[in-house]
């Protein structure tokens, strides 16, 4: 009965054929912040609605994991005063949402250098983990004080050192063994990258994890980003012919 209900809410998508995981480059809030005349944190307090519609969407239509990058490595070289209130919104963006997405069921994680933030926006983003951890409907992953190639940096360290004490050889290393040394092990690659603001470029974003991954550039801002939008990227998805270096005919027979 339930996904007879979302199916009639969402009669163009095709609940058989969603993405398991999902990842967005939440770009544009401080243009559009410029564009009305108000300083750039204003656009991020702003884009937190997004951020609810993105998520809220995704519980409901079932999609296992939403992955968006909050807080890149390079984005410390920004001014000091954005950067603190960046920090600071996080602490009271993830205090205010526990609730939310503990009513939709709705599980906190996160990918990056946690150490390396601020201790109040750590702490309460382990808070957040830890009050959430129970949830199964859907993860909502925040990419913190990320980089792709902090990530891959970082995973072949641990590699090199395993060579090094002896618990791995050379021959061992896969493309699975580099998998599970990445800080999205056991989250399945990314079907979906959506960027908004209009800009065509990943920004050091899941580099590893998105060889395979549909690309969508859409040219509105982050805060102007709604649960429409998303049912006409999951439309697009549904429509796109996903071979994986095979030819059509193979994926026929």
């Known amino acids: 009965m339930k996904d007879i209900d979302i199916q009639s809410k969402y009669p163009t998508i095709r609940l058989d054929a969603l993405p398991k995981h999902v990842a967005i480059i939440m770009d544009g809030n401080g243009r559009w912040a410029k564009k009305r005349g108000k300083p750039r944190v204003f656009g991020h307090k702003n884009g937190v609605k997004a951020v609810r519609e993105a998520t809220e969407l995704a519980a409901e239509l079932g999609i296992e994991y939403i992955t968006l990058y909050a807080f890149s490595t390079e984005n410390w070289q920004r001014p000091r005063l954005e950067v603190n209130m960046l920090m600071s919104l996080l602490v009271d963006t993830i205090g205010k949402e526990i ?19 601020p201790d109040k926006t750590r702490e309460a983003l382990l808070e957040g983990i830890e009050k959430t951890k129970n949830n199964t409907r859907s993860t909502l992953i925040l990419a913190l004080n990320y980089s792709g190639k902090w990530e891959i940096t970082r995973a072949v360290r641990q590699i090199a050192s395993g060579v090094l004490d002896g618990t791995l050889t050379i021959d061992q290393i896969s493309q699975d063994t580099i998998g599970a040394h990445l800080n999205t092990q056991n989250i399945p690659d990314p079907e979906i990258l959506i960027r908004t603001s209009g800009e065509h470029r990943i920004s050091n974003f899941l580099l590893w994890q998105i060889a395979y991954t549909e690309l969508f550039f859409l040219p509105i801002y982050w805060p102007e980003f709604t ?12 429509n796109r012919e996903r071979r ?3 030819t059509s005919e193979q994926l026929e027979g």
Not at 104 to 111: E, G, S, W, Y
Not at 227 to 238: I, N, R, S, T, W
């Open 244 to 246: 994986f270096g095979k």
């Open 227 to 238: 649960k429409q939008h998303f049912v006409e990227v999951l439309e697009d998805y549904q």
């Open 99 to 117: 609730a939310t997405l503990n009513d939709n069921n709705i599980r906190l994680k996160a990918i990056g250098d946690i150490n390396g933030l």
